[in-house]
């Protein structure tokens, strides 16, 4: 179990080894190291998700590991309350980011091993706080450099508790 202590309050997330394991390792690690403390959720879209993990306060990006190999293949869709990684357009581009699903996104579900199909991985799931995600979508956004849809007010995660 992992929980956010953030600015709007807390998100309560459980990881779904058996399913994503080398995803779920990648995020514990990287919540272990602390390295979500001082992060932002730096994209937050209405009716889609809430997307963090990669930015400290004032859009400054944060250097990440290696990416790893994408697990979407793994039978979970991205659902409402469900945790996806993050990626470019290349399928096997995920480190840190992550994004919450604040609806049913099966556009994003895996398809087929190609790079039109492989989809998002969805590795864990918010089992307490979905209400303070929904309070996310409640903030104004707008551009901030090159990106969109960026909180006007910064939603920050001030501690990552491993449990």
């Keep these: 179990m992992i929980t956010f202590k953030t600015t709007l309050g807390d998100i309560k997330i459980e990881l779904d080894f058996e399913n994503a394991p080398v995803t779920a390792k990648n995020f ?5 190291d602390g390295f979500y403390n001082g992060t932002i959720f730096h994209r937050v879209i209405k009716g889609f998700m809430a997307q963090g993990g990669g930015f400290a306060s004032g859009m400054d990006e ?17 659902a409402r309350g469900t945790l996806a990684m993050a990626r470019t357009q290349d399928p096997h581009s995920a480190s840190a980011q992550f994004f919450i699903n604040l609806a049913d ?17 969805v590795f864990g799931k918010v089992v307490e706080g979905m209400d303070i995600v929904d309070k996310m979508t409640l903030v ?5 450099g090159f990106h ?4 006007k007010e910064e939603i920050l995660i001030e501690t990552t508790i491993v449990e």
């Design 148 to 151: 969109d849809d960026v909180p």
């Design 62 to 78: 944060k250097d990440s590991r290696e990416s790893i190999k994408n697990e979407a293949n793994n039978g979970l869709t991205n």
């Design 105 to 121: 996104n099966d556009f994003l579900n895996f398809k087929s091993e190609d790079v039109q199909g492989w989809g998002y991985c």
């Design 140 to 144: 104004d956004t707008g551009r901030m």
């Design 28 to 32: 514990q690690q990287y919540a272990e």
